[in-house]
C-alpha cells in the first residue's frame, strides 16, 4: 500500500518556493492551473493578501524531497 503524500515544497516543480507546486503534489492537482488560478485569487484580493499567504505558507510548510 502506498503511503500517503505529506504536505511539502516542492524541489523540483517550483517557481519562486515550491509552495504551489508542493500543494499541487500532495492533492494530484496541474501545478500550471493552480499557479493561475492563486495569482488571479490574488490580484482580486488586491495582491496583498495573496503574497502575505504566500510568504506565511513558505515558512511553516517545509521543503520536501
Known amino acids: 500500500m502506498n503511503a500517503p503524500r505529506t504536505l511539502s515544497r516542492s524541489r523540483h516543480d517550483r ?19 493552480l499557479r493561475v488560478l492563486y495569482v ?3 490580484i482580486a484580493s488586491a495582491a496583498f493578501p495573496g503574497l502575505l499567504v504566500y510568504l506565511i505558507l ?8
Request: proline share 3%.
Open 58 to 65: 513558505w515558512l511553516l510548510i517545509p521543503e520536501g524531497d
Open 40 to 42: 488571479i485569487a490574488s
Open 15 to 33: 517557481m519562486i518556493a515550491g509552495v504551489v507546486g508542493g500543494i499541487a503534489r500532495r492533492f494530484g492537482w496541474n501545478s500550471t492551473l
